[in-house]
């Protein structure tokens, strides 16, 4: 396989220096261990041939590649391992063809099952000449049902054979014989060989029975001998065991003790050692997909009888071990346990909804098909669960995990409704493949329930409308461009049918370099026909030129984001209206030489080309090209303006540009007054089909970093200034006030610019070392920044996601709205009693002043 990469050691010398030999991308290379230099090379991608193994028996100066060309005949190269000349290349065909992998069972002999996955083939390849072997499967498993397969091993001369019913190991012994040394009907994973002493070889072998695993480490050459043989107490929410790797060390008695590395079905690692599980590690956060959030618990003020009792003891016993760590007589564990009540009691770490809305759970779903919630107090796993949905079966061959949408989110039954998400998933890497839809309380990480699909799933619309149980409407587009309604209730179609004319959507091929927009048009027929299915029609299309530019990135506002005004005060006492519109999209084009890396293009070969279209109607708002610029391309859209990221090939750097655009159609209500009264037309009904009188303004600045992520702050009600977060090349996420990017700013501003906030106009944008949102971290990896806007207007909350996962909240106007932590409350309390006492004390010395002058 042309996109796999083998490495084999060697105990070849060359020149007293040790070679490696590596494939990939289709080429066989020799290479030095001191200076990596490459001594030689052999080219096999011209060749049509699908390599499977690359082979260099021990001591032995011959190098074998073997594979498939086409699917029914086996080819043999025999190359001289000192110089990479060609020795020997023998064919052979086996009519039925081949299916799958080959496994390696000798230096000179492999396995492979024909296309049908009945018959196994032992294949020699002694002396240069090619042998085949045929064995029926029904001789080695009785009632095989199905194709089998083989599951690769590196045990010299093991191999396993799994069909639908059993698995079989399966020894190669003398010319081609076969003899079964164990089957079993469970789920298997074998480690590879480990050599403990020169002539022995060892391996592991996992089988999966119910709640537990059963771990069997076994020599080689002895498979009914046993070096080691435990059962460990396993999660069901991990899966199955993947992969399976061992090391040994000699225990005091001489005897050999085995470590066991395992990788599980959700990616985690756990370390097994003496039967227990000593430590694990949930590297299935290391590849996060989606994100979204939910809402704590309400805290609810009964408490039942059995609650206080609890946490009557509870009390009791923490305050014990907190005189015992005063007293210095706490050991190590009741140190341990103090810290862990301590954490639990924590304001931040509560399973509440506070009043700020600092405390949250982000719920992530990683590759492997896993649900987290993560409490944003501490990071801890709330739960994790494992979907069903996402379980391989016959139905769903390769479940592979796309987005998180928010299904109901309870206001008015908060107290009886449970939060749920919305995981959409498909059964294949191909947009045609059959969806999948589970449902999942954020609470508990209870799969509610799971839909598998008729259809396949393109595009997921998430609608603004919610029935009576505060389930969100979701529409989904199938690969016929049919769009289906969920939930399927009655409810929903009657609310959908309310709006049936207002729904409008778009999609991008970036192949084809089309921008089509969409409506709904009837209820479909044919097939597929059911009350919640709907025909669509093609609105408008916007075709970008093949030979002159492709698309390289499309964004548009988010649906949740909140506008406080429509109109922007400026200098002078003036008046500009933001264009505020849901369907705005940016999308950015490159000459196609241009798409390519940093460099690989002159800059009068490459430009990059900025539009602002309007997805209702196909109209192209704003056109703005950069000669000599090429991606890649970051952007962010938020609230009327766009700020996207690129590379400028004339002056070798990267650049920053901003577009913002007003609506000039309200320009003639400038007076601030009216603005403040309500005389203005600010809620005059808007139509897209009618053409908007736009104005935009831009400017382009020059950055130093090269971005991996691009976001923008949120807030509750979108009062507080704008920050952009922009993670960068070296795995830091960049605080960069708006303000820097925007397009008024002028080499010497006026004063009442400078009253404004205007700041004057310089050719790059500053990185001001206190502004990285990280600190000194790094978020190893970073691929997304995500923002959630907290209840308290200053704050907005920041998720960075990668191999590291990294959360904080931010302030961009700093905390206005609340005190800060090291305010004094007790001089607070001071001064008001001081003021009461002397509001007192001077309304007693009146009192008496006045007495004492009416006596007079």
Known sequence: RTDCVYTVQTNLKFDKDNVLVVFSNGRLHAISCIDGEVLWKKDFEAESFEVQQVIQPPGSDLIYVVGFAASYQFEMYQINAKNGELLKHESASFSSGFSGEVSLVSTE?????????????TISFQDGKIGFQQTPISNLVEDSLGPAVIIPSSVSGIFAIKTDAVTVFIRVIGEGKLEVVEKTTHEIAVSDALSISEDQE??????HASSEIHLTVKLAHDWDGNLLKESIKMDRQRGLVHKVFINNYIRTDRSYGFRVLIAMEDHSLLLLQQGEIVWSREDGLASIIDVTTSELPVERN????????????????????????TLMLASPEDMAAIQSMRLKSSEKSKMTRDHNGFRKLLIVLTRAGKLFALHTGDGRIVWSHLLRSLHKSEACQSPIGLNLYQWQVPHHHAMD????????????????????????????????????LDHAVVQVIPLPYTDSTEQRLHLLINADKHAHLYPKTSEALSIFKREFLNIYW???EDQNGIIKGHALKCKCTGKVADEFCFDTRDLWSVVFPSESEKIVATVTRKLNEVVHTQAKVVADQDVMYKY???????????????????????????WLVAYLIDTVTGRILHRVTHHGS????????????????????????????VIEIYDQSRADNKDVWKLVLGKHNLTSPISLFSRPEVITKSQSYFFTHSLKAIAVTSTAKGITSKQLLLGTIGDQVLALDKRFLDPRRTVNPTQAEKEEGI??????????????VTHALRVEGLRGIITVPAKLESTTLVFAHGVDLFFTQLAPSRTYDSLTEDFSYALLLITIVALVAAIFVTWRLSERKELQEKWR
């Open 109 to 121: 002999t492999v396995v492979a099952l024909d296309s049908t996955g009945s018959i196994f083939l």
């Open 202 to 207: 060892a391996f592991a072998l996992i089988q």
């Open 302 to 325: 009964g408490v039942s009888v059995a609650k206080v009792e609890h946490n009557l003891f509870e009390w009791l016993k923490g305050h014990m071990l907190k005189l015992k760590g």
């Open 417 to 452: 409704e449970n939060p749920s998400v919305l995981v959409v998933s498909r059964c294949g890497p191909s947009s045609d493949t059959p969806g999948v839809l589970s449902f999942v309380d954020t609470y508990t990480g209870k799969e509610l329930s799971s839909l598998s």
């Open 506 to 508: 778009y999609s991008v």
């Open 580 to 606: 505020i519109s849901r369907n705005l999209l940016f999308v950015a084009t490159v000459a196609p030489k241009g798409s390519g890396e940093i460099g690989s293009v002159t800059p009068e070969e490459s």
């Open 630 to 657: 090429q991606g890649p391309v970051h952007a962010v859209f938020s609230e009327n303006w766009v700020v996207y990221h690129y590379f400028n090939l004339r002056a070798h750097r990267y650049e920053m540009s």
């Open 759 to 772: 700041i004057p106009l310089t050719d790059s944008l500053p990185i001001i070392p206190q502004s990285y």
